[in-house]
């Protein structure tokens, strides 16, 4: 096998005959979405920005169904970016997805938002506090009060 310049591919057998146009055409089937999808792994497909919190890292991927994983859904929509901690492919990290209620962009922080059933920001969190288990309003107190501590100031917790 053998690369011409851009997608000129010439494919030959071991007596050097050229393979029929079928199996041609089954071979590039198989290799061209995987060489595309290997180039698009290297280069991003854009920002993600965080609404809230103004945080911003390239991803590689939008979608429930990160590229190079056998058996991971997300349960939502999300922007990803390939593991920069490891060689493997099938690393990956997701930085954030769009709140069900106002469609903000938001990061995964706990500071920006949480996820139940559902991606909320803080702020749609907040205004529809009611609207939320007990559970998870207790959690929300806990991370207001996290966010009043000042950085470098123990919490009375430690």
Do not use: H
């Not at 995987?34 to 919190?53: D, H, I, K, W, Y």
């Not at 979608?63 to 991971?72: A, D, I, L």
């Not at 903000?104 to 529809?128: A, D, H, I, M, Q």
Request: aromatic content about 8%; hydrophobic content about 35%; glycine content about 4%.
């Amino acid at each position: 096998m053998s690369f011409c310049r851009g997608w000129s591919l010439l494919i030959t057998c071991p007596k050097s005959r050229v393979l029929p146009s079928l199996l041609l055409r089954s071979i590039l089937a198989v290799l061209l979405p995987r060489q595309m999808a290997s180039e698009a792994e290297r280069r991003p497909q854009g920002v993600f920005e965080c609404q809230l919190c103004a945080l911003s890292a390239p991803y590689s991927y939008v979608g429930q169904k990160p590229p190079n994983t056998r058996s991971v859904v997300l349960l939502e929509e999300s922007y990803v970016l390939k593991d920069p901690f490891t060689a493997d492919r099938d690393k990956f990290l997701v930085l954030g997805s769009r709140c069900s209620v106002c469609s903000r962009l938001v990061c995964v922080g706990p500071e920006c938002s949480l996820f139940y059933t559902k991606r909320f920001c803080l702020p749609c969190v907040w205004e529809n506090i009611d609207a939320f288990p007990q559970e998870i309003r207790q959690d929300v107190d806990k991370r207001k009060a996290l966010a009043r501590t000042p950085c470098g100031k123990p919490s009375s917790r430690t």
